[in-house]
């Protein structure tokens, strides 16, 4: 008995032996690392459940809807639930095919549809923009500038290609403007200059002009990714067309363009979650989204002071949804991989 | 009986004595296969091109069915020949987007304005001649080459053409796939199909062909039929060339 | 289309555009007069008569505004310089053990990577800057023997004193952009044909030799565009320095436009600082593509 126990001991030491010193220092250090990795997110959790997470939870309505009425607020509501199904459906959805196919209508047709139920009219009470507000605001902003920007891109990048020596140095003109210019000034020109060159009389909301700023730029963006995909495209693919007869146009809309947005799908999908990203920057023009709304209930003087718990709740919130948006694309990527194997 | 083809005097120059097509001058019947010949860089593949308005030329005219192109490359003309001319590529060029099907009938639907139902019925039709029906709603990744370059073939067939071009059809495929595409053109020669086929394939040259064009360096060295051209070429260099692919 | 189509098309494409920026300037004319602002750049040498808390040249507010807008330029390339450097030391470090045999790594760099790039940079600064600095308990978070001193006013290192609103910029600008440097390493690492890897492995040269010397320079051609892009994005980062407090180039155009009014002419000139500042990026990178591709020969 005595024997065996001395046995085991000696074999679990040498065992604690080898594992410390004798695969190479690797070991010891993925050791170190591992018991601070452990101690540093035990000390998180700890602090998570610590934490008040008052200035977060008795204001959740607040960081949705901004300052929405509250009984119209049914409305951006039922908007997330239509935008989460089709989201789902995108992911989990079965594959018919004509609901494949009319999959991309649905999407296009969420973005009326939103800004149908938040501005009102037609049987619903009309709410004006400046009430607009906090995570809806923000997926707004996004959800219409991608809609603006995608055909606008695509324009450019065609243009840019095009053998007319005018359209295509303009093209590139705005294209290489656009790229030069920081995101923050294209906003903030935008809310100061739009207004001068409308004629009198004329306004458009800051929302609006928010979502012209953001598709002015975005567009120059996505016209580049789209550039990088038509020249990425095998010269012999035009010829074929050429050789059925196409022309230039068929050319365009049934063979390149297809070609080029699936290419140019992992680098779009970045532009976009980066536009959902910097959506943010509106708050420092005094927009009342998402970071905006967080701004104002943390000048509140029941909540101030309370930086970390409300950057980190944000902080979560877009990761969220940009990581959504990453996997809807990886999706749609892998669905045409495996089907069209490009 | 009138050609459906003539060449004038074609020249094409790259720089100055080179010349990837030097006065080159041939006619071609109705219902006539024309296989083309030579070593690379001979010339053939650009003068097969030129035909389909894919290169453009420097002097001479082209008249193909009734429609003349000089060097000026009437875009409009071009277009008129395309439709009725059709054309095999080397890499078969489908497009990979579209599913087999789609490639077949864009054509039809697109250019000659045909209702989708029509299109797709001949399509099928066309593919059954094949034998790969069973594929029309794959993507052609997911079909072998053989199988691609008859999808290429009946692509080109969907739009009923009345001169086909085979451009090195079978020099992309596995050795064994090389049969099946040979056999397809086979049958629409003897559906008396005008063809103009640049190939490597003696055997092919030799049981379905009409005449033999042997080219080099841009220039025409000899038209004669395949009896004579392999057993009997007149030109030393067609000889050696033979001596080299046998 | 034919030559005289094209030339036709171009001329009326020509009038139309001239027609719709004629409607455009006459609509900016009409409003600008009505505010009684007009376009001119005179106001350039009048005196600011606003405080700047950092100027790495001589400046008080009695001088001109084109002064101020350079001492921001300045302040600018300072930190777009600064975050530069350390984004690439850090990113380089992610991207490596990003690709390498280190599991334990490998999974820590990829939750680093995901974090920061699926999260606003805004955020970020203001992370950095209100929870990072201004909310250091006792006012002071770390001081060894008054060589490194990290307060809630800035960091100070060997005398050298750098103020919490830089600080917070660069750390979260080089923290930012280096989780973006570390997939452009971690692409450019991968672009190397697994072949290489196999052949170095097959000679009996040793993983880290065979990393170093072999897989690396290969890599370092496909490091450059992705690279260049990066510092492209870093500068125009560099603009958030509003949210923290520090004025660089943006900051001060925000101020001058809020003193004056005068949004053109500073969309003019920002647009300007930025052609120069993204001109020089791309030279440098050129230069040093240059230098790659000739040590290779």
Aim: charge should be positive; hydrophobic fraction near 50%; charged fraction near 15%.
């Amino acid at each position: 008995m005595n024997n065996l126990n001395s046995n085991l001991n000696t074999n679990l030491f040498k065992k604690l032996k080898r594992f410390l010193l004798s695969k190479s220092k690797y070991n010891f250090l993925n050791f170190i690392c591992f018991v601070i990795s452990i101690s540093l997110t035990f000390n998180f959790l700890t602090w998570i459940f610590k934490s008040n997470w008052k200035v977060v939870t008795s204001n959740l309505n607040l960081y949705a809807f901004g300052s929405f009425p509250i009984n119209e607020q049914w409305r951006p509501l039922f908007w997330f639930f239509i935008l989460l199904s089709i989201t789902l459906i995108t992911i989990y959805g079965p594959k018919w095919n004509w609901l494949r196919k009319n999959l991309l209508f649905g999407w296009i047709g969420t973005v009326p549809l939103g800004i149908y139920l938040l501005n009102g009219g037609f049987g619903l009470d009309t709410v004006m923009t400046r009430n607009w507000g906090g995570l809806t605001l923000t997926i707004l902003i996004t959800s219409c500038s991608i809609l603006f920007s995608l055909p606008i891109g695509i324009l450019l990048a065609l243009c840019r290609r095009s053998s007319i020596f005018l359209i295509q140095k303009l093209s590139s003109f705005y294209i290489d403007v656009m790229r030069a210019v920081p995101l923050i000034a294209v906003l903030f020109f935008g809310q100061l200059l739009i207004p001068l060159f409308l004629p009198v009389g004329i306004e458009i909301d800051r929302v609006w002009r928010a979502i012209i700023a953001f598709t002015l730029f975005v567009s120059a963006y996505i016209a580049e990714d789209i550039r990088g995909g038509l020249q990425s495209i095998p010269k012999n693919q035009i010829e074929a067309a050429k050789s059925l007869g196409l022309n230039k146009f068929q050319i365009n809309i049934f063979i390149l363009i297809p070609q080029a947005l699936r290419v140019a799908l992992p680098a779009i999908t970045n532009q976009l979650i980066g536009l959902f990203q910097n959506t943010s920057l509106m708050s420092i023009l005094g927009l009342m989204e998402l970071l905006g709304v967080s701004r104002s209930i943390l000048a509140n003087p029941e909540f101030i002071g309370q930086y970390i718990e409300v950057y980190i709740w944000l902080a979560s919130v877009y990761w969220l949804f940009c990581t959504t948006m990453a996997l809807v694309s990886k999706k749609l990527e892998q669905k045409m991989t495996i089907n069209k194997g490009f | 009986m009138k050609p459906i083809l003539i060449a004038k005097n074609l020249t094409k120059s790259y720089a100055k004595g080179i010349f990837a097509l030097n006065n080159v001058s041939f006619e071609l019947d109705q219902g006539k296969v024309l296989v083309v010949m030579g070593p690379s860089g001979s010339g053939k593949s650009t003068l097969i091109r030129t035909i389909n308005g894919l290169e453009t030329f420097d002097k001479g005219e082209l008249n193909i069915l009734g429609i003349k192109i000089g060097s000026d490359n009437d875009e409009r003309k071009i277009q008129k020949i395309r439709r009725r001319v059709g054309m095999v590529f080397q890499q078969f060029n489908l497009f990979p987007h579209l599913t087999i099907l789609e490639n077949i009938t864009l054509a039809p639907i697109q250019v000659q304005k045909r209702q989708q139902k029509e299109a797709e019925e001949y399509g099928m039709y066309l593919l059954s001649q094949m034998g790969i029906e069973s594929h029309s709603k794959k993507y052609p990744s997911q079909l072998s080459g053989g199988e691609q370059q008859r999808v290429a073939i009946a692509r080109s067939l969907a739009l009923k053409p009345e001169l086909l071009l085979f451009d090195e059809p079978t020099s992309a495929l596995d050795p064994e796939r090389i049969n099946e595409v040979l056999d397809e053109m086979r049958r629409l020669a003897d559906q008396g199909m005008t063809m103009i086929v640049v190939t490597h394939e003696i055997k092919f040259a030799k049981e379905v062909s009409d005449q033999v064009l042997f080219i080099d360096s841009g220039k025409i060295i000899e038209i004669s039929s395949p009896d004579v051209f392999f057993s009997n070429a007149s030109h030393e260099r067609s000889r050696k060339f033979l001596n080299q692919i046998n | 289309m034919s030559k005289n189509k094209k030339i036709f098309f171009q001329i009326v494409l020509m009038f139309a555009l001239l027609g719709f920026t004629g409607i455009l300037i006459n609509n900016l004319i009409i409003n600008l007069t009505r505010t009684d602002i007009g376009f001119k750049f005179n106001w350039l040498i009048k005196p600011a008569s606003f405080s700047l808390a950092e100027h790495s040249l001589p400046y008080s507010p009695s001088d001109s505004y084109a002064w101020a807008l350079f001492i921001g330029w300045i302040n600018s390339l300072k930190v777009i310089i600064s975050s530069l450097i350390l984004a690439t030391c850090i990113g380089t470090l992610i991207g490596f053990l990003r690709v390498g045999k280190n599991s334990f790594f490998r999974i820590t760099t990829a939750g680093f990577i995901t974090i920061v790039r699926q999260t606003p940079l805004l955020i970020q600064l203001m992370c950095w800057y209100f929870v990072g600095f201004l909310s250091i308990r006792n006012n002071t978070f770390l001081n060894i023997r008054n060589i490194l001193n990290i307060s809630n006013k800035g960091i100070e290192f060997f005398g050298l004193y750098l103020s919490s609103e830089f600080s917070a910029l660069l750390l979260g600008l080089s923290i930012f952009s280096s989780a973006f440097i570390a997939e452009v390493i971690r692409g450019g690492i991968q672009s190397v044909p697994l072949g290489q890897w196999e052949a170095y492995r097959s000679l009996g040269i040793s993983e880290k030799q065979g990393f170093f010397k072999i897989i690396i320079p290969q890599a370092l051609p496909a490091f450059i565009p992705g690279l260049t892009s990066q510092y492209l994005n870093l500068a125009k980062n560099s603009t958030l320095a509003i949210a923290v407090g520090y004025s660089d180039i943006y900051a001060i155009n925000d101020t001058i436009i809020n003193q004056t009014g005068r949004a053109i002419e500073c969309f003019i000139i920002l647009l300007f600082s930025f052609l120069i500042l993204n001109l020089l990026i791309t030279k440098v990178m050129g230069i040093i593509d240059k230098s790659i591709m000739r040590s290779r020969i």
